[in-house]
């Protein structure tokens, strides 16, 4: 068995930001999970629809990997990034990397691994792998998914292999600290006006606020869509809010990336956008429950009312970027402790 050595294998919410956390505290770096989702630009939305899709997806972060990237260049990391074709490379790639005493990330579709108790596709999953043995993985995932946790080697060769929607060529990636780490203090202000800007200016109409105005015109055609309202509706409610994919999970870590900033710098911008933040991941969890109520009752007056609430939740967010794109406008000045 080969295992890296002093590994804090805590389990986070999200699994991009669980994943940092592990190859980061490696380092000797330790950041609240809302402060690396925070410093990775990492809030946005994504409406994605297509014929194949049975449901639409509702993506409430940038892109996989995105964030990762984002936060690297922030901190001035060394992200050390190798992808191939060819899975017995990719294995030598990411057991090279534990072999040498250090954690690997992994992105990799969820749908393969043994733990994982909601067997749907995501090929955007990201793990923290920190060791080995003839037939399983050692990896950290969220702690939901029980945080310090086993796979086969079978089971984790098919989901870097997968092809599809947000996979990539069995990635794996490293990071690595600088002698000075810039203050996290000093990067705040970069990271919430370039992640306000892409929400308030986005390039097509299925993304940022425009992204959400657009999901409460269309939520009230999902009865329509579905034969068995009453397990496809709950589920996608259930994605919502547990796995983040348009719910309040991102939302509630975006508010709580705005408090620990609050705490650091005095600005009525960041105190406006937090507040709203707040409200926001509120009224997430009731676009949930009415998407699920609507699924239990087959009423379509529950997504009818789901649609007005998202519409509102366009306006309440955009206001909330608004005001935090003015952050760099103004000269804020440090809290005292």
């Known amino acids: 068995m080969t295992k890296v050595r002093d590994i804090d294998a805590r389990g986070m919410q999200h699994c991009e930001t669980t994943a940092l956390g592990v190859l980061l505290r490696h380092e000797g770096i330790d950041l609240s999970e809302p402060m690396l989702f925070g410093l990775g630009s990492g809030l946005s939305f994504i409406y994605w629809d297509s014929k194949s899709m049975g449901f639409p997806f509702l993506g409430g972060r940038v892109k996989p990997f995105e964030l990762t990237k984002n936060l690297a260049v922030r901190l001035g990391l060394d992200l050390v990034v190798q992808e191939t074709t060819s899975p017995r490379r ?51 995932d969220t702690a939901q998914q029980g945080g310090a946790v086993s796979t086969s080697l079978t089971s984790l060769a098919e989901g870097r292999a997968a092809r599809g929607p947000m996979t990539a060529k069995h990635r794996s990636f490293t990071l690595t600290a600088p002698e000075r780490l810039p203050s996290p203090q000093g990067q705040i202000v970069g990271a919430i006006t370039a992640c306000a800007d892409a929400f308030l200016n986005p390039p097509i109409a299925n993304l940022g606020h425009r992204g959400i105005e657009k999901a409460g015109k269309l939520v009230h055609t999902r009865l329509q869509r579905t034969d068995n309202p009453r397990r496809d509706l709950p589920q996608a409610a259930r994605l919502m809010e547990k796995a983040g994919t348009g719910g309040a999970l991102f939302r509630n ?85």
């Not at 699920?292 to 997504?303: I, N, V």
């Not at 939740?313 to 206001?319: C, F």
């Open 90 to 140: 990719a294995w030598e790639n990411v057991a090279a990397v534990v072999d040498a005493g250090r954690p690997a990330g992994l992105q990799l579709d969820s749908y393969y691994l043994n733990y994982f108790g909601s067997r749907v596709h995501f090929g955007g999953h990201v793990v923290a792998m920190y060791g080995y043995d003839e037939h399983d993985a050692y990896l950290v």
């Open 253 to 337: 870590l975006y508010r709580d990336f705005l408090a620990e900033c609050a705490q650091l710098l005095d600005s009525s911008h960041l105190r406006t956008g937090h507040r709203l933040y707040a409200e926001a991941a509120t009224v997430w969890t009731e676009v949930a429950a009415l998407i699920a109520k609507a699924g239990e009752s087959a009423d379509g007056a529950c997504l009818a009312q789901a649609g007005t609430v998202l519409r509102d939740l366009s306006r309440i967010e955009r206001e909330a970027m608004q005001a935090l794109s003015c952050l760099g406008n103004e000269t804020p000045s440090a809290n005292k402790p």
